[in-house]
C-alpha cells in the first residue's frame, strides 16, 4: 500500500545550525504535502505544506522542498532556536486529490542552546 | 472559536469496555477525522467523514466505529476495548480534502 518514509527518526542540532529532514513517498498520485510540528504533549499543527505544481516554498526560517521525479520533498529549517525543538511529521495525500494524508513517522528535533 | 474539542482527555478503561470519544468543531468544516498516535508511529487513519451522514473506513479501522449526524460532531466508539487499543486519539477537522487539518487536544486512552 501507500506509504511515507521519514528520515532521520531523531535530529539533534546546535543552535543557530540547520537542520533537514526528508520524506519519500509511493503513491504518484500524490498531490499535497503538508509538515506538521507537535510540541510534548501537544496537538500537531501544520507549519509549511507544498503542493506539486512547485518545487520549493519559504516562510521566514522554514523551507520545503518537492521532487515529484524522485517522490521526496524535505523540510529545511535555518538558525535554528530552542523553541524549535518538537516532533516533525511530513505527510502525503493519498491516491491524488481526494486522497486523505498519509504519514511519516515522525522525526524527534533537539536544538541544544 | 473554540476549533476541535475533544473529551474526554483521559480514559482507563478495562478490557472487554466499551466508550464514546466525542468530537465537536465549530468551524464549519465538511471534512473530519479520527486518527491514533502510538509512540514512535506516527499518526494512523482510523475513520474519516467527507459530511453529515457519510463516513469511511482509514487505515486502521478495527475496532471502532463512527457515526456523522451533524457537521459538528464526529463521534468514536470504541467497542469491547482491548490494550492494542491504548494510544493517544486525535480528532481533526478541513475545510476541503487538500487542506489544513486542525486538530484537538487528544485523548489518552489506556484499556487495562
Known amino acids: 500500500g501507500e506509504n511515507v518514509e521519514q528520515h532521520p527518526s531523531t535530529l539533534s542540532v546546535q543552535e543557530g545550525d540547520s537542520a533537514v529532514i526528508k520524506c519519500t513517498y509511493s503513491d504518484s498520485a500524490s498531490n499535497y504535502f503538508p509538515w506538521y510540528k507537535q510540541e510534548l504533549g501537544k496537538r500537531p499543527q501544520l507549519i509549511i505544506d507544498?503542493?506539486?505544481?512547485?518545487g520549493e516554498k519559504k516562510d521566514q526560517r522554514i523551507a520545503v522542498t518537492l521532487n515529484k521525479t524522485a517522490k521526496h520533498f524535505s523540510l529545511h529549517i535555518t538558525e535554528t532556536q530552542p523553541e524549535d525543538s518538537a516532533v516533525y511529521f511530513c505527510a502525503a495525500n493519498r491516491g491524488g486529490s481526494q486522497g486523505n494524508l498519509i504519514f511519516g513517522k515522525g522525526t524527534k528535533l533537539s536544538v541544544k542552546p | 472559536n473554540a476549533g476541535v474539542t475533544q473529551t474526554p482527555k483521559f480514559r482507563i478503561l478495562k478490557i472487554g469496555q466499551s466508550m464514546t470519544l466525542q468530537c465537536t468543531q465549530d468551524?464549519?468544516?465538511?471534512?473530519m477525522y479520527w486518527y491514533r498516535q502510538d509512540p514512535g508511529m506516527g499518526l494512523k487513519l482510523i475513520y474519516y467523514?467527507?459530511?453529515?451522514?457519510?463516513?469511511d473506513k482509514g487505515e486502521v479501522p478495527n475496532g471502532y466505529n463512527v457515526s456523522r449526524s451533524t457537521t459538528e460532531d464526529f463521534p468514536l466508539r470504541l467497542e469491547l476495548a482491548a490494550p492494542s487499543q491504548t494510544s493517544v486519539y486525535f480528532c481533526?477537522?478541513?475545510?476541503?480534502?487538500?487542506?489544513?487539518?486542525?486538530f484537538g487536544e487528544g485523548s489518552r486512552l489506556t484499556v487495562l
Open positions: 468551524m464549519n468544516h465538511n471534512y
Open positions: 481533526a477537522s478541513s475545510y476541503g480534502p487538500t487542506g489544513e487539518l486542525f
Open positions: 467523514s467527507v459530511g453529515a451522514g457519510i463516513t
Open positions: 507544498i503542493r506539486s505544481n512547485v
